[in-house]
């Protein structure tokens, strides 16, 4: 009995080893199944070189050298010529009672700006009609002594006071006739009301009135008006470049705001103070307004300098834009393209461009480097 009981231990223990094998082999293949995949490393590729299976279709151009004058580019901001700004002077004091007239507003020459209640009208025709009428009565005197000198009642001197009289009335109606204008009135209209008018054509840049102010007599401007046909462009010139600028220098102006749009203007002044903190003086150009500019826009302004650089022109076509930067394609080893980062300077003529850097005269490039970027793209 004792031997058939250690018999039947052992034929337990050995069918539970069987059964946690069993088990570890079935957790090891399903470790094994749940793994993930071992990564592939892959070598860096080189976006700057490009193998082609055909490399005799894209033809080459050679760069050449091109002489060109140094050239300065500053910024600048768009100003109204003070020579054609002009202040719209009230010459009546009063209340303000209409405004027709605002800051930005387009005018003409004679076109109300503001209507003003002034006693100073009323003193004004009263003046006048007084004068006016001091006159008739002088010039019937005037006529009366006539007669009388040549019937020989009165003397010659008499015939000559009388004309002095009639002479010096005529003189007071124009000078009242000319105040009662100055003060924005009519000879023929009496108002207590003075209008006020643009004495030039164009935009008015500032006004300091409201409604139901007072105006006083020279006193605080109205408005200003500016004609803005031509307008100034002042930029910051560092010290050492002032030499490249001369007083009637052409300079080409780029807007900021109008990116396509290429002007020339004319170095007016050139200020002879120089800006302690950042060393620059102040450079005036003038320039015609094509109608767009206005007044605080931000320009770019090249000016040409005086020595001679040498830099590199290629065909147009070989210059390819691409995410905002000039690239061209020169061949490499191997039948292989190598990419290029160059910067574009002026167009030149027969649809030569010029580059600043990037390239040297003699270098070779792709003349159609856009039928090189598609086939590259399509590999």
């Known amino acids: 009995m004792k031997r058939v009981s250690v018999e039947s231990a052992a034929l337990v223990t050995a069918i539970i080893a069987l059964l946690v094998g069993n088990g570890c082999k079935e957790k090891v293949a399903d470790a094994s199944v749940e793994a993930p995949p071992q990564a592939k490393v892959v070598g860096d590729v080189d976006v700057a070189n490009w193998a082609v299976d055909d490399p005799s279709k894209y033809p080459f151009a050679t760069a050449q050298a091109y002489d060109s004058y140094s050239r300065l580019q500053v910024t600048g901001t768009v100003f109204p010529d003070i020579a054609r700004t002009v202040p719209v002077i009230s010459m009546a004091t009063g209340r303000v009672v209409e405004i027709k007239g605002r800051l930005g507003d387009e005018v003409k020459k004679g076109q109300v700006l503001l209507r003003v209640r002034s006693d100073d009208m009323a003193g004004g025709f009263a003046t006048y009609q007084s004068s006016v009428a001091d006159e008739v009565l002088a010039k019937a005197q005037w006529e ?147 109608g767009s500019l206005r007044v605080g826009m931000f320009a770019t302004a090249t000016f040409q300098g005086r020595k001679k650089e040498v830099h590199t022109s290629v065909p147009s076509s070989a210059v390819l834009r691409l995410h905002d930067r000039d690239w061209v394609y020169v061949p490499a080893p191997e ?45």
């Open 144 to 290: 009366r002594a006539q007669q009388l000198y040549e019937h020989g009642a009165i003397a010659l001197n008499d015939l000559q006071i009388a004309k002095d009289t009639e002479d010096k009335a005529k003189i007071a109606v124009d000078a009242a006739g000319e105040h009662l204008k100055l003060l924005g009135g009519t000879l023929d209209k009496p108002s207590g009301i003075a209008d006020i008018v643009a004495p030039i054509s164009g935009v008015i840049t500032d006004q300091q009135v409201t409604n139901a102010a007072g105006v006083q007599s020279l006193g605080t401007n109205p408005f200003t008006i500016s004609d803005l046909s031509y307008v100034w462009v002042v930029c910051d010139v560092y010290e050492n470049n002032i030499p490249d600028v001369k007083i009637g220098d052409t300079a080409d102006l780029a807007i900021n705001a109008f990116p396509g749009m290429a002007l020339k203007g004319t170095i007016s002044n050139i200020g002879p103070i120089l800006d302690s903190n950042i060393r620059t003086a102040k450079v005036r150009i003038e320039v015609r307004n094509p």
């Open 335 to 379: 039948n292989k393209f190598r990419r290029i980062e160059v910067v574009a300077g002026e167009s030149l003529p027969h649809n030569m461009q010029e580059l600043k850097t990037g390239l040297q005269p003699g270098d070779k490039v792709v003349l159609n480097p856009l039928a090189l970027q598609n086939a590259i793209d399509n590999q």
